[in-house]
């Protein structure tokens, strides 16, 4: 048997994924626009924010080159260095704003970004390595390898990065074919794990941002600000919005970090319902993108991760969009591939270069 190798495409030469590309370049494109009303019309900003495109997509191409095999032989070594860096944070860790999340070693950088991509590829590794769907025992140590990254994130303290990586690992699971009683299983035990997880796991500035979104008017000047800000500004946009750099909320600067964490609602004030609508269509776009390749992977382990890093966007999505709207608590996720900002920017690319390696890496054998 041998590979057959012509009628392959540019984009399979460059080993990319041309709808996902130009739907991501689509977003990036609106990233620069919304950045530079919601800095203050500060060029400079947008040119920070190009570079750290441009780096992101450096990224996304290398890593679209390096097949699911070599991700494979590479998963366990990544996994166990994101979990020393981890530990490395605890007793080394840079402090700044009452969180212990940074190391600097002549750069400054934070440790559990690593894991946003370490942890699906090691349990897709790990999970497709057996049969599926996977065995109870098989299960258990597929969590234990979802559990101890993630508590050691929560102890930083970051809520949002952990609810992330968390997700990131339980949809590999999840993908792998769990059984309707596990699931049911799930679902009967959370109820005490939330209260447990209330109780002992929760810091009080966590707890106040849950009480915060069930009544922010408890405390307008306080927790609940930021909030409040954010819906005046989402539904002061209209259908057609304000126009853009004419948003009053975030021009008059009664928005609160809104070039990062809250873009949406700057994006919303600004564009309106129609500005929103595109944004969400094209974000159903990438998702859905991910989905067909997840299921068209040659192998378990490629669907797997494939599913799991597609989803694990949605949740970014899910997370940041019912953040602003008072939905959710405030748990600091920004709005993927359009709010400022460098680390979330690069390991989302980096994520989707993993797709797109998936997606083109596909053996057509022939006799």
Same mark, same amino acid.
């Given at each position: 048997m041998k590979a057959l190798n012509h009628n392959k495409t540019i984009w399979d030469r460059l080993h990319l994924d041309w709808p996902l590309l130009v739907a991501i370049l689509a977003?990036?494109?609106?990233?620069?626009?919304?950045?530079?009303?919601?800095?203050?019309?500060?060029?400079?900003?947008?040119?920070?924010?190009?570079?750290?495109?441009?780096?992101?997509?450096?990224?996304?191409?290398?890593?679209?080159?390096?097949?699911p095999t070599n991700m494979r032989r590479w998963a366990l070594p990544i996994y166990v260095v994101g979990v020393a860096l981890l530990v490395a944070v605890m007793f080394f860790g840079v402090s700044s704003k009452g969180a212990q999340r940074w190391l600097?070693?002549?750069?400054?950088?934070?440790?559990?970004?690593?894991?946003?991509?370490?942890?699906?590829?090691?349990?897709?590794?790990?999970?497709?390595?057996?049969h599926l769907p996977p065995k109870y025992r098989h299960l258990a140590i597929g969590l234990l390898i979802v559990a101890i990254p993630t508590r050691l994130i929560m102890k930083q303290p970051d809520l949002g990065t952990s609810i992330l990586i968390a997700s990131s690992g339980l949809f590999v699971l999840f993908f792998a074919g769990l059984h309707w009683r596990l699931i049911l299983g799930a679902l009967a035990v959370a109820p005490v794990a939330i209260y447990g &997880?209330?109780?002992? =796991? !929760?810091?009080?500035?966590?707890?106040?941002? +849950?009480?915060?979104? #069930?009544?922010?008017?408890?405390?307008?000047?306080?927790?609940?600000?930021?909030?409040?800000?954010?819906?005046?500004?989402?539904?002061?946009?209209?259908?057609?919005?304000?126009?853009?750099?004419?948003?009053?909320?975030?021009?008059?600067?009664?928005?609160p970090e809104r070039h990062t964490d809250f873009i949406f609602s700057v994006l919303s004030e600004e564009f309106g319902l129609i500005g929103?609508?595109?944004?969400?269509?094209?974000?159903?776009?990438?998702?859905?993108?991910?989905?067909?390749?997840?299921?068209?992977?040659?192998?378990?382990?490629?669907?797997?991760?494939?599913?799991?890093?597609?989803?694990?966007?949605?949740?970014?999505? &899910?997370?940041?969009? =019912? !953040?602003?709207?008072?939905?959710?608590?405030? +748990?600091?996720?920004? #709005?993927?591939?359009i709010s400022y900002g460098g680390t979330s920017m690069v390991t989302l690319l980096a994520?989707?270069?993993?797709?797109?390696?998936?997606?083109?890496?596909?053996?057509?054998?022939?006799?």
């Open positions: 977003l990036m494109s609106g990233s620069l626009v919304v950045v530079y009303s919601a800095g203050g019309q500060n060029i400079d900003l947008v040119f920070r924010q190009a570079t750290r495109i441009g780096l992101g997509l450096f990224v996304m191409f290398a890593l679209a080159q390096v097949s600097n070693v002549g750069i400054r950088f934070q440790p559990s970004e690593i894991m946003k991509l370490a942890m699906p590829i090691m349990v897709a590794w790990y999970i497709s390595r057996y &997880f209330w109780h002992y =796991g !929760m810091h009080e500035y966590q707890k106040t941002r +849950v009480l915060t979104m #069930l009544d922010p008017e408890s405390d307008p000047l306080g927790a609940g600000y930021h909030i409040i800000q954010s819906k005046i500004a989402i539904g002061s946009g209209g259908v057609e919005g304000k126009g853009w750099t004419h948003g009053t909320q975030s021009q008059l600067e009664f928005l929103v609508t595109i944004l969400l269509s094209l974000y159903l776009f990438i998702i859905a993108r991910g989905l067909f390749i997840a299921v068209s992977a040659q192998d378990a382990f490629g669907k797997l991760l494939a599913a799991s890093i597609t989803l694990t966007f949605f949740v970014y999505v &899910f997370v940041n969009i =019912g !953040m602003v709207s008072g939905l959710l608590p405030v +748990v600091g996720v920004p #709005l993927p591939l994520g989707f270069g993993i797709i797109m390696s998936i997606a083109t890496h596909k053996r057509i054998l022939v006799k």
